[in-house]
């Protein structure tokens, strides 16, 4: 790709992970993969709200939340974990495993949707490809069970969004909840593969508060936050 777009290796890998990069070093890569660049005009004060991870502490505070539970219930756990399938490069936001049971758990975190289509086209994509690149990683040979969520942030924003498409998460995470209630109960499935969706809470001081739900409870949920911006104000301020 660099060779082919005319750039240094590290440029192309900087433009992979999400860093911010001049406006030639896109219209050299979209040249070299034979796609039409489009720029968007964005105002740098709702920054936060984009989808780079570096600067999305809402995001982060979802991660970390899981992955504090989950490292507490014994499994492995890994934060933003590369893969790359042929020519599909990616990164999953977090997977957890059980070596003993050979179980593998994937989460991706949203705190918005803007694009449900790009969203559940990279979510198809990881679910197929990343379990086979982590088996290998690991040395398992391949996982007896799979299971991948899409986890929602628990916002009046998002739930709108899942309300309007229920179909369409229904068909991309048509399994029960109880597959990742599994893993947070500490006792993963045994086998087969899964996709579920939650609606995730990353407020963790309130303990008498449930910190997620499955689809089927979604029509009577109530938000805990307006949007994106209600639940960064929220964290930051630690009322939780």
Known sequence: MAASAGLGLGTVQAAESGQVCSLETYV???????????????DPRRRETSGNRSVDPVHAAMGEVEAGHLRDRGYGVGIDEPFQHYQFAGRADLVAWSLEG????????????PDLQEAFGTFNAKRSYLGRELAER????????????????????????????????ASVCPDPVEYFEAWWRKVPPA??????AIVFDPATG???????????????????????????????????
């Not at 998002?158 to 179909?167: G, N």
């Not at 086998?191 to 579920?196: A, K, N």
């Open 28 to 42: 050299r890569l979209a040249d070299a993969l034979r796609l039409k660049a489009e720029f968007g005009l964005t």
């Open 206 to 240: 309130r303990r008498d508060r449930r910190p997620w739900f499955g689809l089927t409870d979604l029509d009577g949920a109530r938000p805990r936050y307006r949007d994106y911006l209600d639940a960064l104000e929220l964290l930051r301020l630690g009322r939780r």
């Open 138 to 169: 690991a040395g398992v040979g391949r996982w007896r069970s799979e299971t991948h969520v899409i986890a929602a942030l628990w916002s009046s924003e998002v739930l709108h969004s899942m309300r309007m498409h229920q179909a369409s998460f």
């Open 102 to 113: 050979r179980a593998l758990l994937h989460v991706e975190n949203k705190t918005r949707f």
């Open 191 to 196: 086998s087969g593969r899964y996709s579920t």
